[in-house]
């Protein structure tokens, strides 16, 4: 097994919490995570792809190595899009997401990115919230995004943070 590679960006990280690069170890609490708080979640695949494609992929644990978190960010060009967030249902609305958003930007900026893209669920105003909060503006709709219940579709909002 490879050494945990920590973020050179962690100064700025609570010292309750403690992020590092996925590893495909994580997978089984990921996964785990990602059932509880989608209600059409990732796959193990979707993941691994992601893992060996070079993705910014972070975790975050607490300080009893419980995984609190994770992030996904793809880079390129001079926009980072966040392809994937989420916080263990038990840790939600204490700052988590948050702290995930800081490290992204963080690292978006180390590698002179531009913006960052994401998109969210209007249904989902918990998120909404949190990215609006954090300074994340509306720029579109992709309509019938994100697949709900029955064969029908959601819209997803666009929105952009400016770096």
Partial sequence: MSAVQRS???????PLFSLAR???????????????VYPHPWTHGNFLDSLYSGYEIWT??????LLAGYFLLMLS?????????????????QGIGRLMLEHAA?????RDMK????????????????????GFAGIGIRKGYYPLAGGNRED???MSLAL
Avoid: F, K
Wanted: charged letters at 25%; proline letters at 4%; a negative charge.
């Fill in 106 to 110: 963080a690292l978006a900026r180390a």
């Fill in 8 to 14: 050179p960006l962690e100064s700025g990280v609570s």
């Fill in 115 to 134: 913006s960052i893209l994401l998109e969210v669920r209007p249904s989902n105003d918990r998120a909404v919230m949190v990215y609006e909060r954090y």
């Fill in 77 to 93: 060009v001079d926009e980072a899009h966040l392809l994937n967030i989420a916080v263990r249902r038990s840790m939600q609305g």
């Fill in 22 to 36: 996925m590893q495909v170890d994580d997978l089984p609490a990921v996964m785990a995570i990602e059932n509880d």
């Fill in 156 to 158: 997803a909002i666009v």
């Fill in 60 to 65: 975050l644990r607490d300080a009893s190595a």
